[in-house]
């Protein structure tokens, strides 16, 4: 089955500390791999695309890294910022049918 | 890019009626989704509209319950059909834009906040 798994479900950090959240997927065959950053009531918005042969990508204090071996990827996000809080949607592109697996996503939430 | 503005941000309605949600792009695009996004679960695809045709839907969703419009390349409506609590959610439009390193991004529209009670 074509699946997406975020952790954690989650996550509370201090302003300015660094944080990493994972992703897991078993979406088959893939062609991209996709981090989007959702607001409260706001849709979500790219932070990253990497394809199956980019390792690291990064997006200002954003770096993502993709490893399609374990089929694994995290976000790292350095040095927090109040307005990082947010929800964060790990996306996987299917190469057939071009359909999009969404993550349950990892609510973050920066306290000062 | 592509620039996404919803009608309406948000609305509250009563069970049995429907709402018409409105989708407008700044360009030009060839399918535009419509998803839905449930109280804490990510985002599930209810149809892709192609502009001239009839919308595709996916497993779980009907036309007579979701039905949309595709007038044209920049516009599109979803109505929520005889509404139930259970239909309470946000409400997302998107397209696909291609970018400068020729590939493809998806961008949402801020969302329609439907709650029915």
């Known amino acids: 089955k074509n699946q997406v798994e975020q952790s954690p479900q989650s996550l509370i950090i201090l302003e300015g500390k660094n944080c990493t959240l994972q992703?897991?997927?078993?979406?088959?065959?893939?062609?991209?791999l996709r981090w989007y950053k959702q607001d409260t009531g706001r849709g979500p918005v790219s932070l990253t695309i990497?394809?199956?042969?980019?390792n690291t990508k990064s997006n200002g204090r954003y770096t993502a890294t993709l490893d399609a071996d374990t089929k694994q990827s995290s976000l790292h996000i350095t040095a927090s910022q109040l307005s990082d809080s947010a929800s964060y949607i790990c996306?996987?592109?299917?190469?057939?049918?071009?359909?999009?697996?969404f993550g349950q996503g990892t609510e973050l939430s920066v306290k000062p | 890019s592509a620039v996404i503005s919803q009608k309406p941000s948000r609305d509250i309605c009563q069970r049995g009626t429907s709402l018409t949600i409105q989708c407008q792009v700044d360009?030009?695009?060839?399918?535009m989704f419509w998803y839905r996004q449930q109280p804490g679960q990510s985002l599930t695809l209810i149809a892709t509209?192609?502009?001239?045709?009839?919308?595709?839907?996916e497993s779980g969703f009907v036309i007579d319950k979701f039905p949309i419009s595709r007038p044209n390349l920049t516009f599109s409506t979803l109505t929520v059909s005889n509404m139930s609590p259970e239909d309470s959610s946000i409400y997302l439009c998107?397209?696909?834009?291609?970018?400068?390193?020729?590939?493809?991004?998806?961008?949402f529209g801020p969302g329609t906040r439907l709650t029915v009670t």
């Open positions: 998107s397209v696909d834009s291609q970018t400068t390193n020729a590939g493809y991004e998806q961008y």
């Open positions: 992703c897991n997927y078993t979406v088959s065959p893939f062609s991209n």
């Open positions: 990497m394809t199956f042969s980019e």
């Open positions: 996306v996987v592109l299917k190469n057939q049918g071009g359909k999009l697996i």
């Open positions: 360009s030009q695009v060839t399918m």
């Open positions: 509209a192609n502009q001239g045709s009839e919308a595709t839907y």
